[in-house]
């Protein structure tokens, strides 16, 4: 239960990993028990030199795997960049492969395998040092020293005396394990590195998305919070006045319309966490001017949101918003204009005001650490569009300008903008019903 209950914790990959391991861990105790066992059981003579040689041959490649248990462990960590190989396990892994040549060499020399059945222990001999040497170096450095290894074996083989036969097929056989080594050791790792860094890609994707979603979240509150509280402060201050004058009717009513803000808030926020808010243009043109004539400040508004896709009328909304918060919150303006023009090619919207002493996040005396005009920039930025904020040398005014690309398909005639002064639209009027102060 307790294994099973591990087994459930881990991931795919980590399952994948370790079927990996074990597969490569195995197949040298597989070829151990396929090829050198039966071989050197049914081919060596009865004697006991050849029962000696068969012997110590055996008992090396038992070594060579119990060493490439611990040593194929490690290369894979290697070459998934999680240590490094002990230099001793590749020494000790290197000498056992000397070692078990040196004794197939011995067989040849003593002719102690009839019909000269060596190749099959021959073939399984470099197989433990070479899987787990060829994750630890690049395959270049491993196919370099793979054929300087075997002219060196074939070398030995014929100084002991083996004739033509056997030296092609030693020949052939050691050809084949060079090859063997790396599709089984070299593929599984490469394969298994694949599956982590697409496990690590997920892991950055997931996180990115989540940072973005918080990004999105804090930008989105604070532009619906900010208006909101500003209006509530400044009507919750206008209903003390009013109550300490003896106004108590206005007074309340100024409280009835802070609750409704407030529920209206509530609202707010939680469209913003479920994403699906959008600001509309038109009522926010309204709205701006019912605050800010609540506020004292002259506002006029020229210009409609009429024939403008629902993606830039929320831009633009936006951006009346935070315009308005920033008037209400810093300077002292005394008129403010906002007037939103659309040409052949693009919908431009401009908010300007007096209050120069600060009007803005970007403006003097502002809030250096504010994200609103930032946000702005982010949502416009999604659109193509662009937006510059300052003030005006020599007009005194700071000016707050939105510019959208305007496609020709959702282009606005020239008569749906309204010229300065006209007769707002039915949503404006009902806007500015529900926002000015009565």
């Excluded at 008992?59 to 795997?65: E, G, H, L």
């Excluded at 084949?176 to 997920?202: G, I, T």
């Excluded at 810093?330 to 919908?347: F, S």
């Excluded at 609103?372 to 193509?384: I, P, S, T, Y």
Aim: proline share 3%.
């Amino acid at each position: 239960m307790r294994l099973r209950g591990r087994w459930r914790e881990r991931s795919k990959v980590e399952r994948v990993e370790w079927q990996s391991r074990t597969m490569l861990r195995s197949m040298n105790w597989l070829y151990l028990v396929a090829w050198t066992a039966p071989t050197l059981a049914g081919s060596l003579r009865h004697d006991s030199v050849a029962f000696a040689l068969g012997v110590a041959l055996a008992a090396v490649n038992v070594a060579q795997c119990a060493v490439a248990h611990v040593h194929l462990r490690s290369a894979l960590d290697q070459y998934l960049g999680r240590g490094r190989v002990p230099r001793a396990q590749t020494r000790v892994a290197a000498g056992l492969t000397v070692a078990a040549v040196g004794l197939i060499a011995a067989l040849i020399a003593t002719d102690s395998v009839k019909n000269g059945m060596v190749a099959l222990p021959l073939l399984f001999v470099p197989m433990p040092f070479g899987s787990a040497y060829v994750l630890t170096v690049p395959v270049r450095s491993f196919l370099k020293g793979s054929a300087v290894a075997v002219v060196a074996a074939l070398a030995l083989f014929v100084a002991v005396g083996a004739d033509t036969g056997q030296m092609v097929g030693l020949a052939v056989v050691l050809g084949l394990s060079v090859p063997l080594e790396l599709l089984c050791a070299r593929c599984s790792a490469w394969n298994l590195s694949v599956m982590w860094e697409s496990e690590h890609a997920r892991e950055i994707e997931a996180r990115l998305a989540v940072a973005e979603e918080r990004l999105r979240f804090g930008r989105d509150l604070h532009d619906v919070m900010g208006r909101n509280l500003s209006v509530v402060a400044l009507k919750s201050e206008l209903a003390v006045q009013l109550a300490r004058r003896g106004r108590t009717e206005d007074a309340v009513a100024q409280m009835i319309e802070v609750q409704r803000i407030a529920q209206e808030s509530q609202k707010e926020v939680r469209d913003v966490v479920r994403g699906y808010r959008e600001a509309d243009l038109g009522a926010e043109l309204a709205g701006a001017r019912g605050v800010l004539s609540a506020a004292g400040i002259d506002c006029t508004v020229a210009g409609s949101a009429a024939g403008l896709t629902p993606e830039v009328q929320s831009a633009l909304g936006w951006v009346v918003r935070e315009a308005t918060t920033n008037v209400l919150r810093h300077g002292d303006a005394k008129t403010c204009r906002v007037e939103l023009r659309a040409g052949e090619r693009k919908v431009e919207l401009t908010v300007e005001n007096d209050g120069v002493g600060g009007s803005g996040a970007d403006g003097p005396g502002a809030d250096r650490r504010g994200s609103g005009l930032a946000g702005l920039r982010e949502r416009l930025a999604v659109l193509d569009g662009t937006l510059e904020a300052g003030v005006v040398v020599g007009d005194g005014v700071f000016r707050v300008t939105a510019s959208v690309p305007l496609p020709s398909a959702t282009e606005p005639s020239a008569s749906a903008l309204a010229a300065p002064g006209a007769a707002p639209s039915a949503s404006e009027q009902q806007a500015r019903r529900t926002e000015v102060t009565r």
